[in-house]
């Protein structure tokens, strides 16, 4: 697919997706979302990718928001299609992802866009960014698996705050709740977001896969969390990778993890 609203480049084996609609402060529209949705399916898929990170173009944002231009006109059916193709295609397949995804938060990150902060897997915002859910201003409430994500991360009563008074909080505030790992000044936050993922990527990436399928099964109603980390366990046994790092750690040597 030849992307028209997001840039992306593959650099030392991380994927870096930027959405690119800095007019419209990267909002998200049905073309964002489809491009996004192929570029996560892509980066799944290849050998040559160990991770993503995901930011938006320019200073001033992140994504701040939907663009709500393109459903304020849905009804009830549309509505629920709306929110149920974002989940599958976009959201759910990020936090669901084979490979371990970071988002850089550089500036608003409202709406939609905290949403899709959310689904990564670490969240790294600059000092200038505000995040929040402003939903119920229109009458609406979180569609992209906002109201789950944020009450885990955050828990009960600082969900309910944020959703119900639709306010910003900042990026120290967003850091103090756990909402985001990191703050770092704006000149620094795709530096810090690569010393992560330099980290990520210097250990064994079937062991990440499996550790992510077995955090996001503590969150889910339909498994047994620890029935998943017993069976990524057991399969961490069968990979080259397991046999590399006993042997490197034994050896006192640098493991040279091949992903396989």
């Given at each position: 697919m030849a992307y028209q609203q997001i840039l992306t480049t593959v650099k030392d084996h991380t994927f870096y997706i930027t959405i690119n609609r800095p007019q419209k402060l990267n909002a998200l529209n049905k073309e964002v979302l489809t491009e996004l949705a192929d570029a996560i399916a892509f980066a799944n898929t290849s050998e040559d990718i160990q991770a993503v990170l995901i930011t938006g173009a320019g200073e001033k944002a992140f994504v701040a928001g939907a663009d709500i231009s393109e459903f304020q006109h849905y009804n009830l059916e549309e509505g629920k299609q709306l929110a149920k193709n974002g989940h599958d295609q976009v959201f759910n397949a990020i936090e669901n992802s084979t490979k371990p995804v970071v988002a850089a938060i550089n500036g608003f990150a409202l709406g939609g866009g905290l949403e899709l902060a959310?689904?990564?897997?670490?969240?790294?915002?600059?000092?200038?960014?505000?995040?929040?859910?402003?939903?119920?201003?229109?009458?609406?409430?979180?569609?992209?698996?906002?109201t789950q994500r944020l009450t885990q991360l955050v828990g009960k009563g600082h969900a309910f705050e944020m959703i119900f008074t639709a306010e910003m909080i900042t990026a120290d505030r967003a850091e103090k709740i756990g909402l985001v790992n990191y703050v770092v000044?704006?000149?620094?936050?795709?530096?810090?977001?690569?010393?992560?993922?330099?980290?990520?990527?210097?250990?064994?990436?079937?062991?990440i896969s499996s550790a992510i399928k077995a955090v996001n099964a503590s969150?889910?109603?339909?498994?047994?969390?620890?029935?998943?980390?017993?069976?990524?366990?057991?399969?961490?046994?069968?990979?080259?990778?397991?046999?590399?790092?006993?042997?490197?750690?034994?050896?006192?040597?640098?493991?040279n993890f091949k992903g396989r």
């Open positions: 959310m689904a990564c897997h670490i969240r790294i915002a600059s000092e200038n960014a505000r995040l929040g859910l402003p939903e119920v201003t229109l009458g609406l409430i979180p569609g992209y698996g906002g000044p704006q000149e620094n936050l795709l530096e810090k977001a690569n010393e992560i993922l330099g980290k990520i990527k210097s250990k064994a990436p079937l062991a969150f889910s109603k339909e498994v047994n969390g620890y029935q998943v980390e017993i069976e990524e366990f057991g399969n961490c046994f069968n990979t080259q990778d397991f046999k590399e790092g006993v042997a490197a750690f034994l050896e006192k040597r640098k493991a």
